[in-house]
């Protein structure tokens, strides 16, 4: 029988549009000293590290954990670097649950960081067409880099693909007022990237294409920032809470899923995110959850885009894939509703800073959860080409 | 074939070697000028006779598995994973056929792909083919807007007229656009296309009222220009670029003066602006400056129209400017 894990200590940065003031080496020490006197626990006492970083060209360096080993003050501890795309914070928290429900450690250190504007593009004098570029460079390399692959285009086939399959479904009101409510849920957040950016959801229709069908205030914003998670198996998680006095949080389901990355007969379905469905029921089988519409109370998903926020929803069992925009419409996630979608702001308003950006959602579920005192909340990452990769926790607070 | 001399990277991406220093809460921080860099002579390996066909005989592959008969294009597999890794045999797929998807289209791009924006990408379903080809999509008549190609639109690969063997020397453009001919023949290049040339629009004779509607626009824009120079995150918006820009109306002309931070109007025209914007009603590219609508979008829907695509990213600047200065206003309010 696998050993229980929770979560006893979290801390973020925080997310920034430029973190001119730092490197990713000090981005990845803050967090760490923000998590360790969370769980008030010494650095000595950690067993291992999980780190996760997206993008060896962001940090402008291959190994980019290799620094920070020392850095922590985990010189001659294990260290394993978790990347995959977007959903990397969400694997790592996974990778170090299987490693402490084994039994390898007892307490390990997740680590999510990541540095993405210094990425400049001297053409444009501006550094989003260069963060793009750089990303762009996790595309198919033989066949889409060179065809103007982006994360913002892959995720937008799925979403017209559901759009397709589902006519009518992901109104560009109710994706509005979806973008709106997160900016207005992000004021609670002193670590967002946009705290102050309250928009209406007038703005939101009116601000210009990215990449059809996206608008630019539904899309996350690329930020630089870490977070940081002590996970402990359940009888150390046990003796730091009675210690520190915070409760456990525990980790009670995980799931994962990589879909093919080519789409057509037995390949990708494009107009579903198989994956979201799979890693989030895969989640609710271990934690058993029979009824995850019952059971969730908060979730914390990746929100890359806000139409792939209504359909990963959707995916999760939460909302009919042709009665999606009931999140909306029928009040689901507005306040007062029966589901608290991403009170952090959500990557479009806290930040995506990619490696992290997973992390700082279950710091987030964490403390809503102990605050509100509310049960089991969902944290959900997706990444790669055509939202390809999924993992989901189920956190739970006793 | 003939390959353009061109460089891997080129020269114009490249910064110099330099650096500065910003100053944050009385603090210096050094910046410096920086690249990661790592050339390949890359190896096509199982996919060469793929991309051969492309380049030598305007062939498209796929690969037939032996076992469950699934054609895939492009021909990812030499041995099918449905199948227990039976073998595949190279198969020759049609060159027409039909969106699996509806296409997204891509206004912004990264600094790679700035030139070819607005772009489509989407999947084709060639007629033989069981899996989609991730292709560019184009249209001859102007600029793709949405709804022009969706899920289920037929379409055809063209080939460029200069290939190299990269995914790059075929795109797709609907098959409604073509004659019973071009549909017909295989291996159809680009340089058999009629592409409609960009034409600057007329506009009609300008009534009293349309004049009097472009003088406040003017005077209404101006302000709005003083004060998106006077805010320190606006000024960010347009940091480090320079654009002269003609625009004309249906009640005048005028000029835009983008200079590295400074943003101004100007009642003159311009002999040699760097590109022009033409728009019936100025009210547009005033709304779109008080961050009422964007300016992209009203290029995307054909309200504002620009003498070079490229300029798209001069664009983009000018609904960040708007932006900025409506976000610095409201952080002044919030704080």
């Not at chain 1, 060896?56 to 922590?72: S, V």
């Not at chain 1, 579920?365 to 999924?390: D, M, P």
């Amino acid at each position: 029988m696998a050993k229980k894990v929770g979560i006893v200590g979290a801390g973020i940065t925080p997310f920034k549009s430029r973190w001119h003031e730092k490197t990713y080496y000090e981005l990845a020490q803050m967090a760490t000293r923000e998590a360790i006197r969370d769980a008030d626990v010494s650095i000595k006492d950690v067993d291992a590290v999980f780190y996760g970083i997206y993008n060896d060209i962001f940090e402008r360096t291959a190994i980019p954990e290799h620094p920070l080993q020392g850095i922590l003050g985990l010189q001659n501890k294990p260290g394993i670097r978790i990347s995959c795309g977007g959903a990397t914070g969400a694997y790592t928290m996974s990778a170090a649950h299987a490693y402490l429900a084994g039994e390898r450690y007892k307490i390990a250190l997740v680590l999510g960081v990541e540095k993405a504007t210094d990425c400049f593009d001297f053409l444009s004098m501006s550094a989003t067409p260069e963060v793009i570029k750089t990303i762009a460079w996790s595309g198919d390399s033989f066949f889409e880099q060179k065809i103007g692959w982006t994360a913002s285009d892959s995720y937008a086939e799925v979403v017209l693909g559901y759009m397709d399959k589902y006519p009518g479904t992901l109104k560009s009101e109710v994706t509005a007022r979806i973008s709106s409510l997160l900016s207005e849920q992000v004021r609670n957040n002193p670590y967002a990237q946009r705290q102050f950016d309250q928009v209406t959801p007038e703005e939101v229709i009116n601000s210009r294409y990215i990449v059809y069908p996206f608008k630019e205030m539904e899309i996350c914003v690329y930020s630089e920032g870490a977070a940081a998670l002590i996970l402990a198996e359940e009888e150390t998680a046990k003796a730091i809470s009675r210690n520190s006095g915070k409760p456990i949080v525990w980790i009670t389901g995980v799931g994962e899923s990589n879909e093919h990355s080519f789409a057509g007969k037995n390949h990708k379905n494009m107009s579903h995110i198989v994956s979201d469905y799979l890693g989030s029921h895969r989640a609710y089988e271990m934690a058993g959850i029979k009824d995850p519409v019952k059971a969730i109370d908060i979730v914390e998903l990746h929100d890359a885009f806000v139409h792939q926020l209504e359909i990963s929803l959707a995916e999760f069992g939460l909302v009919p894939y042709e009665k999606v925009d009931s999140l909306i419409e029928d009040g689901i996630m507005l306040p007062g509703g029966r589901l608290l979608v991403n009170p952090c702001g959500g990557l479009l308003y806290c930040g995506h800073a990619v490696g992290a950006s997973n992390i700082m959602s279950a710091w987030s579920a964490r403390k809503e959860l102990i605050e509100r005192n509310l049960k089991t909340a969902l944290v959900h990452g997706t990444g790669s080409t055509v939202a390809q990769y999924t993992a989901c926790l189920i956190l739970e607070h006793e | 074939m003939a390959e353009k001399k061109q460089k891997v990277i080129a020269e114009e991406y490249i910064p110099e070697v330099k650096s500065r220093v910003i100053t944050i809460d009385n603090k210096d921080y050094l910046l410096q000028n920086d690249a990661m860099f790592t050339f390949y002579e890359r190896s096509m390996g199982e996919f060469s006779p793929f991309f051969l066909a492309i380049r030598d005989e305007k062939k498209i592959l796929g690969c037939k598995c032996s076992k469950c008969g699934i054609v895939r294009v492009p021909p990812f597999v030499t041995h099918c994973p449905d199948c227990d890794f039976t073998p595949t045999e190279p198969v020759e797929v049609e060159q027409i056929g039909k969106m699996n998807t509806t296409p997204p289209i891509t206004y912004f791009a990264t600094s790679m792909f700035l030139d070819k924006a607005p772009f489509g990408r989407g999947r084709v379903i060639l007629n033989g083919a069981d899996t989609a080809l991730s292709v560019m999509l184009y249209t001859t008549t102007g600029i793709l807007v949405p709804g022009l190609i969706k899920k289920g639109t037929e379409v055809k690969v063209i080939f460029k007229d200069e290939r190299v063997g990269q995914i790059s020397d075929i795109y797709c453009i609907p098959t409604s656009e073509l004659t019973p001919e071009q549909i017909a023949k295989k291996g159809l290049q680009e340089s058999e296309l009629n592409w409609e040339a960009p034409k600057e629009p007329e506009f009609p004779p300008a009534s009293n009222e349309d004049i009097a509607i472009f003088k406040q626009s003017l005077k209404e824009m101006r302000a709005v220009a003083g004060e998106m120079s006077r805010s320190k995150r606006a000024r960010r918006a347009i940091e480090g670029w320079k654009r002269d820009i003609a625009v004309k109306t249906k009640g005048g002309e005028f000029a835009m003066y983008i200079n590295d931070g400074n943003f101004r109007i100007g009642e003159e025209k311009l002999d040699s602006p760097d590109f022009i914007m033409a728009c019936e009603d100025p009210r547009t590219l005033l709304d779109g400056l008080r961050y009422k609508g964007a300016i992209t979008d009203a290029v995307i829907m054909k309200k504002l129209w620009i003498s070079k695509n490229m300029e798209f990213n001069t664009v983009f600047k000018l609904d960040r400017l708007a932006r900025f200065l409506v976000m610095e206003k409201k952080e002044q309010a919030t704080r």
